[in-house]
C-alpha cells in the first residue's frame, strides 16, 4: 500500500493471469525449464490472410486518428458478424470498438455503474471482472457454484443473489476459466428472473465463442427479444483468431451505452489502433470456418489433458465444452504436505506447482472459486504431457 498513490489503485489486485506469466517468464530468464500454462493466448500465430490485410492498411497509407468508436467499413464487419453467427440486428450507434474486450468491458462499467451499484458475478468469473467493477465504484457480489452444476449459476440462485441496488449481472460464455456453456434454455431461464427486475444489465462476454467443441450451441442472451434492450453483447478477435496483441474487442449494445462508451473513448484512448482495425474487418468477414483448425487442435489437446489429470489421484475435472481451461477441483489436496509443503488452499497448490514442478497454473482464488486451479491447454501436446508428467510426480 502506497499512501501517495489513490485509494482508487491501492484497492485493485493485479490480474493473477498476467502476474503469474510474468513470474513464469522471470524464473524462465533466471535459466529455469518453466512450462507455462497459466495464461490465456493461444500459441497459434495470427492467421496469414488476417496479417496480409495489416500489411496492405500499411501500405495503403492507414495512419490517422480513427473515429472514436471504429472504423465505419469495421463497424459493417461487426454488423455482419452478428447477424450471421448470433442472429443479433445492431446498427452502426450500437457499437463500439475498443483497445480489446477487456477495455469494451472497462467501459460499460464506467458509463453502467455509481458509487454502491452490485453486479452479479457467477463464480468462477473471469479474473478482472471483479477489479473492473470495483474500479468503477461498484459492489462485485459472487454466486457461488460447484463443479456438480458444471460451474453453472441457477435461476434461484440468481433471484437470491438480486437486492434493489443490483445493477448488472456479468458472466462469459463459453466460461473462462471452467469453459462451461449455457446453453439457449439455461440463459432463457435466468432472462425469465430478470423480467421480474427490468433495472438489471446484462454483460455477456462472448469472447470464446468460436472455441466450442460442439456439445452446446452458443447462445446470446441478446437473442431473445425482451433482453435486447438490456444486454450488452461483448466480443473480439484475441481468442480465436489468435490477435491477443492486435488489441481490439468490440460492444453490440443499446445505443444510449454505446454512445457513453464512444464519450469516455474520445477522453481515454481516441479509438483503437488503426491497422489493428483494418486486419480486423478481414478477420470478421472471412468464415469463422477458416480459423476452426485451431478449435480441432485445442480439441485435442482437451482429449489429452483430461485423461492425463483424471487419471491422477485427486483430480476432478469437468469436462469444459468451450475455451481452452480445465477447472479442475484439487479439495482432495487440501491438508496434505508434499516434500515439505502444507497445502491448506489453491494459492499454495499452484505455488507448489510451480515450485516443485516448474509448472505454471493460476489458482482458482483469481476466479472467485478457491476449490480448483486453473490450467490453460494452449499450449504444445509435448508440453502438456511433460507438464502433467511433472506435476504428476511432485504429487507422489
Ligand atoms: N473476457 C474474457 C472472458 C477473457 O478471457 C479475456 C482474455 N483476454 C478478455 C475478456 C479480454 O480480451 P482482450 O484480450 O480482447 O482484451
Ligand atoms: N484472458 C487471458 C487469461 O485469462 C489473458 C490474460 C488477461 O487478460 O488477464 O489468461
Redesign the pocket.
Known sequence: MNHQLSERINSVTPSATLEMAAKARELRASGKDIIGLSL?EPDFKTPDYIKEAAVQAINEGYNSYTPVDGYVELKDAIITKFQRDNGLDYEHPQIVVST????S?YNVAQVVLDKGDEVILPCPY?V?YSDIVKLADGVPVEVGTSIDTDFKMTPEQLEAAITPKTKMLWY?SPC?PSGSIYSKQELRALADVLQKHPQIIVVS?E??EHINYGVTAHASMAAFEDMYDRTVT?N????AFAM?GW???YIGAPAYIARACNKLQGQVTSGANCIAQRAVITALVESPDRVQYMVDEFKERRKIILELLNAIDGFECNEPEGAFYVYPDITAFFGRTFNGSTINNASDFAMYLLEAANVATVTGDAFGNGNSIRISYAASEAEIREAVARIEAALQ
Do not use: E, F, H, P
Not at 100 to 103: N, V, W
Not at 236 to 239: C, M, P, Q, Y
Open positions: 490465456g480489446g474486450a477487456k477495455q468491458l473471469w478482472s462469459s473462462n462476454d469472447i470464446y461483448v473480439g478477435v484475441a481468442k491477443t488489441r481490439i474487442g
